[in-house]
């Protein structure tokens, strides 16, 4: 019997007058595993599981159980569940990078959506990119969509001291390089950050994209923060199988949701939570496929001047199920709408507003989120740099350290302004191998820049960054120098790095024609960052050419070359954003 409520776009494959004749094909392989045509020609709802759990996505693989609890939540809620693979992305693991393919999984998805008879999807999301990419293909497609977080792993414990992941990475390797651990230790450390499924535990990127999501309005409130081994895990899946339900009756499509005021509250949420660099360009990203305009000048003029309200690492000391049972994403966004710093008048999937989504949501824990009025850190939104060397680039504010204030940008009279002797790699090959050449006299004046590491020329984005100093350097107590690249950094680095520099070096970006000892000159007062060279001499190496780019090594690789932009445009595939709504253009009958 018909729970209908409208004709979705399932019944174009399943219960179409006009084409009776293709309905048998559609059926009848449904049936070889046990759905009965009456089901699939009942009028429910037809709900895709995008599930991206497997075990080479590990972060996410939590998922192949919630996604039981998903489906009873669906069929409880009168809607039939269909289960399917997204590609996977596994950010510690993929090589060269795992920035590929998040527009490879954002393609695949399309793909799915738009090619089979889905009339709403959950989304499941964890390890960094797996949020953006699936986002992005909600939008591109737009038909209701809601996202399950499968949660951070557990805290983790060493020592009798917090160790989170990804940063207790950094930090390890450093003290390996100062001789204070053996690698053996080393692994110990690896292993005690990890204790559990679950994406990082510290406000990784990771992190980071789920509570973006959330604050986007795309989850269920509470959603994102809740560890994945967690009890109340399993209980948001079920809550939220039931709810894409609902919103399937209802219609409620992402381009209700994902409307400039939602990208707004994204960045400032971003800063609050001292959130992750790549958040940048899949922010700026997942706008640009909802059709919406975010300027790179709206980085500084809605997020930098807000303050740092929650005490995780990277930006501060807790981890995530500290943060959990703090109130997570909403007590941090409770603090901005009782300051007015929220554009919270705008529906969510819980078919209320952001603003009603928070009430009571005030957190009971001041020692992990912080009063608005007296935060961790004040202005620790990202900062955005150009110059002769980029057009555009960020600094994560929120982790600049008082000895970095200290040592580079409180010299009297040059308040917020230093100047470092470059010392220029070619990628991080290049970087491993001469980093500790003695030739190089790297000190404390020196910046590390890397270059051929953005979207066309590593190909990808690399998480590489974030260099660390000669061992010598490290012995001598010096753990960080400024940093700066056309790639990206590990959300969960607190170094002083200057990343995401549009345009890369390998489209002639200006980092192409720096040297191994130019000045560079960082004013933190005017946003400028610059090499400080003649303009003859800047002339006459254009004239010499960029760095090589090394070659693809496979298919998708000069696939992706040939369609991929910039990181300050979200290194989104370009000839893609003309496709939008596309899930009501039904595609042409298969035979
Ligand atoms: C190694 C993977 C991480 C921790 O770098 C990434 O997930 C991030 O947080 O940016």
Not at 460 to 467: H, L, Q, R, W
Not at 487 to 497: A, L
Not at 574 to 582: C, D, I, M, R, S
Request: hydrophobic share 40%; net charge negative; aromatic share 6%.
């Amino acid at each position: 019997m018909s729970t209908q409520s409208r004709r979705y776009r399932s019944q174009d494959w399943f219960d179409n007058p006009d084409h009776i004749d293709m309905t048998a094909l559609y059926l009848e392989r449904f049936m070889n595993y046990g759905i009965t045509p009456e089901e699939l020609r009942s009028g429910r709802p037809i709900i895709g599981i995008a599930q991206s759990g497997s075990d080479i996505s590990p972060c996410n693989r939590i998922h192949l159980e919630l996604a039981k609890r998903v489906r009873d939540g669906i069929r409880d809620a009168g809607g039939i569940a269909m289960e399917f693979p997204l590609h996977p992305i596994f950010e510690n693991c993929r090589r060269p990078t795992a920035a590929i393919d998040r527009n490879l999984a954002y393609m695949g998805l399309v793909e799915i959506l738009h090619g089979y008879p889905i009339d709403a999807v959950v989304l499941t999301t964890g390890c960094d990119k797996t949020t953006p990419s699936q986002l992005m293909a909600a939008a591109t497609i737009d038909i209701p969509a809601i996202v399950l977080s499968g949660g951070p792993m557990l805290d983790g414990w060493l020592d009798g001291e917090l160790v989170g992941s990804g940063a207790a990475i950094w930090k390890g390797r450093k003290q390996l390089a100062a001789g204070k651990i053996d690698e053996e230790k080393f692994l110990q450390i690896a292993a005690a950050s990890a204790p559990s499924a679950g994406h990082c535990n510290t406000m990784g990127t990771a992190s980071t994209m789920n509570a973006i999501a959330e604050a986007l309005g795309m989850s269920l409130t509470g959603c994102s923060a809740i560890p994945a081994p967690y009890r109340e895990r399993g209980q948001m899946a079920y809550e939220t199988g039931k709810r894409i339900v609902e919103m399937a009756k209802q219609d409620i499509r992402p381009s209700q949701i994902l409307n400039r005021d939602a990208f707004l509250d994204a960045i400032v949420v971003n800063a609050a939570i001292g959130g992750s660099t790549n958040a940048q360009q899949h922010i700026v990203a997942m706008a640009r496929h909802a059709g919406v305009e975010l300027k790179s000048s709206d980085w500084m003029e809605y997020g930098h001047k807000v303050p740092l309200l929650l005490n995780m690492q990277p930006s501060g000391k807790f981890l995530g199920e500290r943060f959990h049972r703090a109130g997570g994403v909403p007590a941090v966004m409770w603090e901005l709408e009782q300051q007015g710093r929220l554009r919270s008048n705008r529906l969510t999937v819980t078919g209320a507003t952001m603003a009603e989504n928070l009430k009571g949501r005030e957190t009971n824990d001041r020692e992990v989120i912080y009063p608005f009025n007296a935060p961790l850190k004040e202005d620790a939104g990202f900062f955005v740099l150009k110059g002769n060397l980029f057009d555009f680039a960020i600094m994560k504010t929120s982790v600049i350290s008082p000895e970095f204030r200290q040592r580079y940008l409180s010299k009297p009279g040059q308040e917020n302004v230093f100047e470092s002797r470059a010392i220029v790699f070619d990628g991080s090959g290049d970087y491993h191998n001469r980093i500790n050449d003695p030739s190089l006299n790297i000190d404390e004046n020196c910046m590390l820049v890397i270059r051929g590491a953005g979207p066309i020329g590593w190909p990808g984005s690399a998480e590489v960054v974030n260099m660390q100093p000669p061992d010598a350097l490290i012995k001598r107590g010096v753990n960080w120098l400024p940093t700066l690249g056309d790639g990206r950094q590990s959300g969960t680095s607190d170094s002083p790095s200057i990343l995401n520099a549009s345009p890369e070096s390998a489209v002639g970006g200006g980092l192409a024609y720096i040297r191994t000892g130019d000045t560079v000159r960082v004013d933190l007062n005017e946003g400028s960052c610059n090499m400080l060279i003649s303009d003859e001499e800047l002339a006459k190496r254009k004239a010499e050419g960029i760095p090589p780019v090394p070659e693809s090594q496979t298919p998708w690789q000069e696939l992706y070359r040939s369609t991929v932009g910039q990181m300050e445009t979200g290194a989104c595939m370009e000839l893609a954003l003309k496709y939008q709504g596309v899930g009501d253009k039904l595609a042409r009958h298969n035979h």
